[in-house]
């Protein structure tokens, strides 16, 4: 058999299990592992005493380990063991799983244990790892004989050598106590690969070179096992929680962690306690290295929040870092020609109102946007007067030897002179007329004065002459019978007509 092959082969698994991790803790540790032995395997062809079984008994088995953490979640181990146990001479079903006594033992079966595994830890940040492992081992076996004489092939006390090369897997669960001390609860199996040498007497049980006529081919070590590691658990992040306890094992350095060894951020803005130089910063910032708001246009409201990031330097700005705008109408005070604006007007890009029908009254705000040139408006943009669309007539009550409107044709005049004043393309005819007392002449005459005095009154409020002609009909056209009180009332009357607008 090729030896070398077979452990450069258990080599290469080792490594390949530990390549899997990172790196564990880089310590050193001192253990010892105890307490039981359980041969097993008997050989396919052994055969003695009382039939086929495992004569060999659960024995006791200590151990002396030594340890190297490597990457973070894996370890060497190399152990140094002793074991011993009893066969039963007696037994007729197998031993294995019985405790070792002297009584009825044909020989006693001694055996330093030398092993080297990798474990492989699942959890390395946890206070509770479960964790496989894979080695070989050389086990040293000692047989010496408890009985001799007649049908026995070697005398009493003699020994007889032999030892093995083997191979070694398990699995367990590791629990911290504290940063140095640990203990775990350990399962592994060593199967014999091949025999190296034997030496002195055989007994009963023939040449162990022979695997397959052995009365074990391995043995399982349930145990359980104490480790002490020195100069404390390590801590690489330098926050203070050792590797095996820290759930961020890869805090930077100077961060502020909390117990379980993750930084704390206050202000929830990536850069953490400790290194923040800016703790404060409003949530939504965007920040540099040290956690201090970046604030490119330097108006005082940092980016992230800033809704106007490129606002002119030394403008003033609101909350949200837009430039202010008094008005409201969209365009920057910085900018705004005219910063007064109405609050609904529509304006241009330098903040002045617009006003398509130049009445005054900016767009957005006029209810009436097509108002012809020069009409009064009110502060809606509408004409302040209804337009003059039929004859306006006045029954004056007038004084005696008066000319002059009364009371009341004096308020209907004052209207008519505003809807003149609103509506400037306006023309009107001031029609007199009197009833048929009196001779014609006299009353053509009188009723072109009171024409006249009409016109000259709304001539007095404001109304271009060139708008109003003024004209006496006298006692023409009636419009009720002269010869009652009531009809010629209603003949003595003005009448305003429009002619354009």
Not at 8 to 24: N, P, Q
Not at 167 to 192: C, M, P, R
Not at 201 to 215: F, Q
Not at 312 to 326: H, K, N, T, W
Request: charged residues 25%; negative net charge; proline residues 7%.
């Amino acid at each position: 058999m090729n030896y070398k092959r077979i452990i450069g082969a258990c080599f290469l698994i080792i490594l390949m299990v530990s390549t899997a991790g990172a790196e564990w803790n880089s310590n050193f540790g001192l253990g010892a592992r105890g307490p039981f032995l359980v041969p097993l395997f008997k050989g396919s062809d052994y055969s003695a005493f009382r039939g086929s079984y495992e004569p060999y008994m659960m024995g006791w088995d200590g151990a002396f380990e030594i340890k190297y953490g490597m990457p973070r979640n894996f370890i060497v181990n190399l152990s140094i063991g002793y074991a011993t146990t009893y066969d039963d001479t007696t037994a007729v079903s197998d031993q294995s799983f019985k405790m070792n006594k002297s009584e009825k033992a044909y020989t006693q079966l001694n055996g330093l244990l030398l092993g080297l595994t990798g474990q492989y830890f699942f959890i390395p940040e946890g206070s509770v790892q479960p964790y496989v492992l894979l080695g070989v081992g050389l086990d040293m076996w000692s047989m010496k004989t408890q009985v001799g004489g007649a049908g026995y092939p070697s005398p009493l006390g003699s020994k007889y050598k032999f030892s093995d090369l083997g191979l070694k897997g398990g699995a367990g669960i590791n629990f911290w106590v504290n940063e140095n001390f640990s203990f775990d609860i350990q399962g592994k199996l060593t199967y014999g690969l091949t025999n190296i040498s034997t030496s002195g007497d055989p007994t009963i049980y023939g040449d162990m070179s022979d695997w397959k006529k052995r009365p074990f081919g391995g043995y399982l070590e349930p145990s359980i096992g104490l480790t002490y590691f020195f100069g404390g658990a390590p801590d690489r992040d330098k926050d203070g929680i050792k590797d095996k306890f820290d759930q961020c094992p890869d805090t930077p350095v100077g961060a502020v962690v909390d117990q379980y060894g993750c930084p704390l951020d206050s202000d929830r803005d990536a850069v953490y306690d400790g290194i923040d130089t800016c703790y404060e910063t409003p949530q939504g910032c965007v920040v540099d290295i040290t956690g201090c708001p970046i604030d490119s246009d330097k108006d005082g409201v940092c980016d992230g929040l800033d809704k106007c990031p490129e606002s002119p330097e030394g403008v003033a700005v609101d909350v949200r870092g837009c430039p202010l705008d008094g008005d409201g109408d969209g365009v920057p005070d910085y900018k705004d020609q005219q910063p007064d604006t109405p609050k609904g007007a529509l304006v241009d890009e330098n903040g002045v109102f617009l006003d398509g029908d130049t009445d005054g009254v900016p767009d957005g705000i006029d209810k009436c946007p097509d108002t012809g040139v020069g009409i009064l408006v009110d502060e809606f943009g509408c004409p302040r007067a209804k337009p003059l669309t039929g004859t306006l007539t006045l029954n004056i009550q007038y004084e005696s030897g008066s000319f002059e409107p009364d009371a009341k044709a004096r308020f209907s005049l004052d209207e008519l002179a505003v809807t003149m004043q609103s509506y400037p393309n306006l023309k009107i005819e001031v029609n007199g007329y009197t009833d048929a007392l009196g001779s014609t002449s006299g009353n053509l005459r009188l009723s072109q004065k009171r024409a006249d005095a009409v016109k000259e009154y709304l001539v007095g409020h404001g109304v271009s002459p060139d708008r109003v002609t003024a004209r006496g009909f006298g006692e023409d056209k009636p419009v009720s019978d002269n010869g009652t009180p009531e009809g010629r009332q209603k003949n003595r009357r003005i009448e305003i007509v429009p002619v354009g607008q």
